[in-house]
């Protein structure tokens, strides 16, 4: 006994042998979320109420923080953290908190389902549940699988059998989980730890599927001179996570990815309820010993039943919840705007929420019509002016906010009536101080009429150069005063104005030409530029 002793001792000392087994621990749920959405492009709020897709539960980036509380032994030790988003981006996972780095991390992604859990049972014991139609009595047999999902087959008592080809209601009960089945997304890291003890961890990863966009209402005075702006984030979760209560915030800026940040992306398995299915690759179907039958089911365990009904989810109707304006203050955030959300909300699966992010009252706003020149009159040039509205982002004219892009709708108040919508338009990221300017439609009664004048060819070789004169008279034929602006692109081909009738301004659209018209005036420009040839 001294002997054994001594060689257990050794075997010890060399590390053959363990004095504990390394065990799982389970972190159920996080104890707090935050959740960071960022745009990884433009969308439109129409395109995000395609939750249905594929491709919309891998659009967009946010970025969740969860804490959560975990006690750990001595030693190396899995923890498991389920409830993960189920559009994680497994490769971005971090944790603090552990007094050192994780050794391992999995994402188990193979959720339970009726063909994930037939697949996984292929050889094992089962109940076949069968009901008869006169008595309504339930009958009860031990089945081994032996195929699945796509055509159950069993092998009741030596014989093989087809479910669903009874013609009586039957069921499949199991007595447990197949090892390797989740039933939530589960992140799990094999850690070391120097002592047991209660550790406070900080989870952070990436997921998709989570998206927003920014929408405006503008309500134009009588007087055409004054709007009331509101603002609305919409956010879109296309993935199968609810994050309840949480503290959301949304980032406007283009966000630079590698394009390979990218959720798994999982094939469903279904189970067939068809008899005889007749498109088996029966190649692929192995013989697989039965385990002996268990006397009684386990104690404890949880049964699952899998019907012959097969499961679907009903993305059809898309809930919309609207949550009423209590201020956001924008914030810096390197290069991009961080737009905080009022209070914690709760952002369900499949969901569209709207949450109002900007209220602001007698905003001025300038209304003029405009009109862009181009080179080549083979182009879709409109043959008519546009309405624009342009804004001043500043303080002293109701605004000096941060705007994320998104759409503007305008609303015109009209005497006596209830306002008209008089188009939209789309802005890009503003910051403070930078211009707006937003057109939102034609204008019928501001006709351009244009001509090329004169057109030649200048020097020779690669010093040949193109000149053209043009002329345009605008007519406005409303019955009020009109502010409008003629531009012509400066870019591309080396082009520049050698003489004009009318001097111009350069601004960030061009060479601008300011007129202001009267009922029933005309006014002509005429000007010629020189572009490489």
């Given amino acids: 006994m001294d002997a054994l002793r001594g060689i257990a001792a050794l075997l010890l000392a060399l590390g053959f042998l363990s004095t504990a087994v390394m ?130 087959f069993l092998d009741v008592g030596g014989k093989i059998e087809a479910l669903d080809c009874s013609g009586l209601p039957e069921r499949l009960v199991f007595d447990q989980i197949p090892e390797g089945l989740a039933d939530t997304p589960t992140l799990s890291m094999r850690v070391a730890v120097p002592e047991a003890g209660h550790y406070t961890l900080k989870l952070t990863y990436l997921m998709t599927g989570l998206q927003w966009a920014a929408d405006y209402v503008a309500q134009v005075a009588q007087d055409g001179r004054s709007v009331h702006l509101t603002g609305w984030v919409t956010l879109a979760n296309a993935s199968d996570t609810t994050f309840a209560g ?45 385990p002996p039958p268990p006397d009684q089911r386990p104690p404890g365990v949880e049964t699952v039943v899998v019907t012959a009904e097969k499961r679907k989810e009903d993305v059809q109707s898309v809930p919309l919840a609207v949550n009423a304006f209590a201020g956001i203050d924008p914030r810096l955030l390197g290069d991009y705007k961080l737009y905080p959300l009022p209070e914690p909300t709760t952002v369900a699966a499949r969901q569209i929420k709207q949450i109002q992010f900007l209220d602001q009252s007698d905003v001025t706003v300038q209304k003029l019509y405009v009109y862009y020149a181009d080179t080549d009159f083979e182009s879709d040039t409109p043959p008519a002016a546009q309405v624009m509205y342009r804004f001043k982002n500043d303080v002293a004219s109701g605004l000096g906010k941060p705007l994320p892009a998104g759409n503007f709708a305008f609303m015109l108040q009209i005497r006596d009536r209830d306002p008209l919508f008089a188009g939209r338009g789309h802005i890009d990221d503003t910051s403070v101080g930078d211009p707006l300017e937003i057109i939102c439609g034609g204008a019928m009664d501001i006709p351009v009429e244009r001509r090329r004048i004169e057109s030649k060819t200048l020097g020779k070789g690669e010093a040949q150069r193109r000149s053209d004169t043009f002329e345009y008279v605008i007519s406005n034929d409303k019955a009020e005063g009109i502010q409008f602006e003629l531009g012509q692109s400066l870019e591309g081909d080396g082009l520049r104005i050698v003489s004009e009738s009318q001097t111009h301004v350069t601004r960030a659209r061009g060479a601008i030409w300011s007129f202001s018209l009267k009922p029933g005036e005309r006014a002509t420009l005429r000007y010629t530029v020189e572009y490489s040839w």
């Fill in 246 to 290: 949480a503290p959301t915030e949304v980032v406007a800026g283009q966000l630079a990815t590698t394009g390979d940040d990218k959720p798994v992306r999982v094939q469903t398995l279904e189970r067939s309820a068809q008899c005889w299915q007749t498109d088996i690759d029966w190649a692929t179907y192995a013989a697989v010993a039965a």
């Fill in 23 to 152: 065990a799982d621990v389970i972190s159920e749920r996080a104890d707090s979320v935050t959740v960071t959405s960022y745009h990884s492009s433009s969308p439109d709020t129409a395109e995000l109420m395609k939750l249905n897709s594929v491709e919309a539960s891998e659009e967009g980036f946010t970025l969740v923080n969860e804490t959560r509380s975990v006690d750990l032994p001595a030693g190396e030790t899995v923890i498991r953290f389920r409830g993960v988003a189920s559009t994680i981006v497994p490769q971005t996972a971090d944790v603090e908190g552990l007094p050192a780095a994780p050794l391992e991390r999995n994402f188990d992604y193979d959720l339970l389902g009726p063909g994930s859990l037939v697949a996984k049972s292929i050889g094992q014991t089962v109940h076949l549940i069968r009901v008869d139609r006169k008595t309504g009595k339930e009958s009860e047999q031990s089945a081994i699988v032996r195929s699945g999902p796509n055509g159950v």
